[in-house]
């Protein structure tokens, strides 16, 4: 725990920020140039690590999982998902997406105006 912080730390530090942004910026646009699926693990491996994180928030101590979530609250912060990466640059890139969500969204908003 003691070295994840002191390593955030040295990233985020005003003297590192810049190099670090740099380098994340190009790592990032490095993944957005990717085609999704080698983005994506296996389908074999999707179900697997679900499992596995399912279990793992069935058996662990609420204490456990409370003491990491304010761990990584600690080093991440108040961030939004706009602090990581522009969502909406995403969805106008892909009309595949694009019509995704929306089918997705009426689908979900006429459920619930059926249900009322």
Known sequence: KVAVVEACNFVLSSENRQIFGSANGK???????????TLVPPSDVMVKLREDSFEYLRSVDGSD???????????VGDKSTDDILDVNRIIDASPTLQRT?????NSATSAESTSA
Do not use: A, H, K, M
Not at 101 to 105: A, C
């Open 27 to 37: 790592l990032v646009g490095n993944l957005l140039e990717r085609p999704v699926q």
């Open 65 to 75: 999982l409370e003491d990491y979530v304010t761990f990584c609250y600690d080093i």
């Open 101 to 105: 969500i929306d089918r997705v969204w």
